[in-house]
């Protein structure tokens, strides 16, 4: 059982490259999560998402794309980075929340990504 | 205004000694979830445990305690007897109903260090 899968584990780009962050999950979540970890900030949510096709703002999602096209797969994108978005990133996916709200993330092991 | 404060930056305990960490939400919900994570220093996050709003009774978990208490909107972690293994960053989180549960707010995490 794979759980929350995260590709790749590690990536530098240079200041105004683009690329995507995958996220699979094998455990037929619905949700599933963006989350950027810096020192001292804990988790910042950038993006989440409520179930196929569908995408939220977080608390920190500018500069930031997301895709939901399959259950299973949660896409973050950079268009452009910047320094400011060096941090590790991690993914996180649960069983649907409401109505109890009490269903624990499960997470991915993160990407730690660095831009130059 | 920070929703879950943990003002514990960093602790520093000889082995066998007991830690608390603390962790203070805020919310205006009556209805919320309250949760603790694991970060150990391989960087995967870990579920520990999930506590409602409307139930305030203390568990234990063998060396691990929470102490829940909506007087003071704490919800306080103690570890017994600390072990090596123990050192981690710790966060605590808080999900509410009125945002139906679909964002998890994290604290900015307490790191541990258990010294031999």
């Known amino acids: 059982n794979a759980g929350v899968t995260q590709t790749p584990k590690f990536r530098v780009l240079k200041t105004g490259q683009s690329m995507t962050l995958l996220c699979a999950q094998d455990m037929n979540h619905e949700y599933m999560y963006w989350y950027r970890q810096d020192p001292g900030m804990g988790l910042r949510l950038i993006h989440y998402?409520?179930?196929?096709?569908?995408?939220a703002k977080g608390e920190v999602p500018d500069g930031y794309n997301v895709s939901r096209l399959k259950k299973q797969n949660f896409l973050l994108g950079l268009e452009s980075a910047a320094p400011s978005q060096t941090s590790v990133y991690f993914c996180?996916?649960?069983?649907?929340?409401?109505?109890?709200?009490?269903?624990?993330?499960?997470f991915g092991d993160g990407t730690r990504l660095s831009i130059l | 205004a920070q929703k879950v404060t943990q003002a514990q930056t960093e602790i520093s305990v000889v082995e066998k000694e007991d830690v608390t960490l603390d962790c203070v939400y805020e919310t205006r919900d009556t209805t919320y979830y309250l949760f603790w994570y694991k970060q150990p220093p391989s960087g995967e996050l870990v579920f520990l445990i999930r506590?409602?709003?409307?139930?305030?009774q203390n568990e234990i978990s063998g060396r691990y305690s929470w102490n829940f208490q909506k007087s003071t909107s704490s919800f306080n972690f103690t570890i017994t007897a600390s072990q090596v293994v123990d050192s981690a960053v710790y966060f605590c989180a808080l999900s509410e109903e009125k945002t139906s549960y679909d964002k998890v707010i994290f604290g900015p995490g307490t790191s541990l260090s258990v010294i031999p």
């Open positions: 506590r409602n709003s409307f139930d305030e």
């Open positions: 998402s409520v179930g196929e096709g569908t995408t």
């Open positions: 996180a996916s649960s069983y649907r929340g409401p109505p109890t709200g009490d269903q624990p993330q499960h």
